[in-house]
C-alpha cells in the first residue's frame, strides 16, 4: 500500500512550521517539506522581532517624490537592480497605488486584524515547543530619531499605529540613552514600545518549533519540490528530488519561492524579493537590551544570543541574484555609527548574510485557497513580518482546509485579490 502524506506544506520557514503544527492541531496528518533544514532561510536572517507595532505598510503616501533621490543616496534603504527593473516595473505600478493615505488606512487595519492575534496563536506553541528561553519579553522596541525632520516625518506613520491601538512613549535623546547607553549620542528624540517581544534566535525557534512537529506524529522531509501532480480533484502528488509523493492537499508556504510553485498551480501572483541583509557581530561585548529601530537609517539592531544582528535594507533584485557587498558595508558602516560600541568590540567575528523578505505590492500577505484548486492553500507574502504573523497566518490556514469560518476575516488577503 502506498503511504500517504495526508496535507504537506511546502516551506519549513515560520510560516510553514506554524501552519504544519495547526493543521496537526486540527487533527491533519501533515508533511512538512523544505529543500533544507527548518527555519534556514529568510527566517533565519531577519531582525527577530515580533513587530506587533507595524501595522504601518513599508509604503507610505509620498513616498514617490522621495523614490529618485533616495535611489541616488549611497546610504539609503531602498537600492534597485537596474537589470531587473522592467520585470518588476509593473509591481512598482501597484506599490505606488497603494500609498494613498486612504489605501495605507486600510491596509494599516488589515494588518492590525493579523497583528492582535500574534501572541494568542504564538506563545502557544512556543510553550508546546519548550521554547521560552528564545524570547525576550520585556526589551520592547526603541524607535530612535538623530534630527527633527526625521521626527517629524514619522508622525503619520505614529499616528496610525496609535488609532490601531499601539501604545509608545516619547523620549528625550538622554532619556534614550539611560536605557540604552550603546546608543550614539547624536540620538535626539525616541520613542519606546514597551510592549514587544524578540526572539534571541529566530532560527533556532523555528527549528525547535519544527522538532514540536515530528514530536506530534508529522514528517519533516528534506526534499525540494518541483512540480504537481494534478488531476481532476486537485493536487494528487508533489513531484520531488525525491520522487513522487501522493499527498491529500498542499499548502504553499515557501516564502519567496512561492511564486514559482503557485504558477505551477496555475496563478501568477506579484511577489517580489525585497532582499535584505544582516551583519552580525559575534561574540561582542557590547550590551544592548532591546530591539532598535533607527529612522534616520531604516536599519534595526537586535540583540541575539550570540552577538547582536544589525539589519535592513530592501533591495529589488532577483530572489537568486548574488548578495551586493556595498549593502552588507553599508549595514556595518551605518550600525557602527548607531552603536559605536561595535567599531571598538566587533567580537569574534562579524559574519554577513543576505535573504528575501516575499512582498506583495498591497504589503498584505496571501492567506486563503488557490484559486485553481480546491486543495491547494497559500500562506505567503509576509513582507517584513512573516517571523511575526507565522502562528496566526498558521491558524488560519488550518481553520479553512478544516473547512472552519476563518476567525478572522480575510477578504484583504484573498490570493485572488490582484
Ligand atoms: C533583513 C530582514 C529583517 C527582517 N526582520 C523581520 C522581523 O524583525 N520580524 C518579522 O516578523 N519579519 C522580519 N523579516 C521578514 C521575515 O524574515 C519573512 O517575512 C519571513 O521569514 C518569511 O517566512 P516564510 O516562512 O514565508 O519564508 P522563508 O523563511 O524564506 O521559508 C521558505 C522556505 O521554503 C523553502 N522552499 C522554497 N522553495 C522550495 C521548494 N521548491 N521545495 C521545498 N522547499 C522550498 C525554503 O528553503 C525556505 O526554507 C525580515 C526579513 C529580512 C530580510
Known amino acids: 500500500m502506498e503511504t500517504r ?17 495547526y493543521l496537526q492541531q486540527e487533527g491533519f496528518a501533515v508533511s512538512l517539506l523544505d529543500r533544507k533544514d527548518p527555519g534556514e532561510e529568510a527566517s533565519f536572517g531577519n531582525l527577530a522581532c515580533f513587530g506587533t507595532a507595524s501595522c504601518v505598510p513599508p509604503g507610505m503616501p509620498g513616498i514617490i517624490r522621495k523614490v529618485p533621490g533616495m535611489l541616488l543616496n549611497r546610504d539609503s534603504p531602498l537600492k534597485l537592480s537596474w537589470r531587473h527593473l522592467p520585470g518588476l516595473a509593473p509591481w512598482f ?80 535623546g ?7 547607553p550603546a546608543l550614539t549620542d547624536r540620538i535626539i528624540r525616541a520613542i519606546r514600545v514597551p510592549k514587544l517581544t524578540h526572539t534571541y534566535n529566530p532560527g533556532q525557534l523555528v527549528k525547535r518549533l519544527a522538532g514540536l512537529v515530528t514530536a506530534r506524529g508529522g514528517a519533516v522531509i528534506r ?24 499527498v491529500d492537499g498542499v499548502v504553499i508556504a515557501a516564502g519567496v519561492w512561492s511564486r514559482r510553485l503557485a504558477k505551477m498551480l496555475g496563478t501568477n501572483v506579484p511577489l517580489a524579493a525585497e532582499r535584505g541583509y544582516h551583519a552580525m557581530y559575534e561574540g561582542t561585548g557590547v550590551c544592548v537590551n532591546s530591539a532598535i529601530l533607527s529612522v534616520d537609517h531604516h ?8 552577538g547582536i544582528r544589525v539589519g535592513g535594507i530592501a533591495e529589488f533584485a532577483s530572489e537568486d541574484a548574488a548578495p551586493d557587498p556595498a549593502c552588507a558595508s553599508t549595514i556595518r558602516r551605518l550600525g557602527e555609527r548607531m ?11 562579524v559574519s554577513e548574510w543576505a535573504g528575501s ?38 491558524k488560519l490556514v488550518s481553520e479553512l482546509v478544516a473547512d472552519k469560518p476563518p476567525s478572522v476575516d480575510l477578504e484583504p488577503f484573498r490570493p485572488d485579490r490582484f
Open 93 to 172: 505600478l501597484r506599490y505606488i497605488a497603494n500609498t494613498s493615505p486612504g489605501r495605507v488606512e486600510s491596509i494599516a487595519a488589515a494588518r492590525q486584524s493579523l497583528l492582535d492575534r500574534v501572541h494568542e496563536t504564538l506563545d502557544p506553541l512556543v510553550a508546546a515547543a519548550g521554547a521560552q528561553d528564545l524570547l525576550n519579553v520585556h526589551g520592547g522596541l526603541l524607535f530612535t530619531f538623530e534630527s527633527q525632520a526625521a521626527f517629524d516625518s514619522a508622525s503619520y506613520a505614529f499616528e496610525l499605529r496609535r488609532q490601531n491601538g499601539v501604545e509608545f512613549d516619547m523620549l528625550d
Open 299 to 306: 536599519l534595526s539592531v537586535t540583540p541575539l544570543d550570540y
Open 5 to 21: 502524506h495526508g496535507i504537506a506544506v511546502v516551506g519549513a520557514g515560520m510560516v510553514g512550521t506554524c501552519t504544519a503544527l
Open 339 to 349: 552603536i559605536p560600541g561595535l567599531a571598538d568590540d566587533p567580537g569574534e567575528r
Open 357 to 394: 523578505r516575499p512582498s506583495h505590492p498591497d504589503s498584505k500577505a496571501s492567506i486563503g485557497r488557490s484559486p485553481k484548486h480546491g486543495n491547494a492553500w497559500f500562506a505567503f507574502g509576509h513582507d517584513h513580518l512573516g517571523l511575526t504573523l507565522g502562528s496566526i497566518t498558521g
Open 223 to 246: 526534499s525540494e519540490v518541483r512540480g504537481f501532480d494534478i488531476g481532476a480533484d486537485g493536487v494528487r502528488a508533489l513531484e520531488t528530488n525525491q520522487g513522487t509523493i501522493p
Open 174 to 180: 538622554k532619556e534614550a540613552r539611560t536605557i540604552e
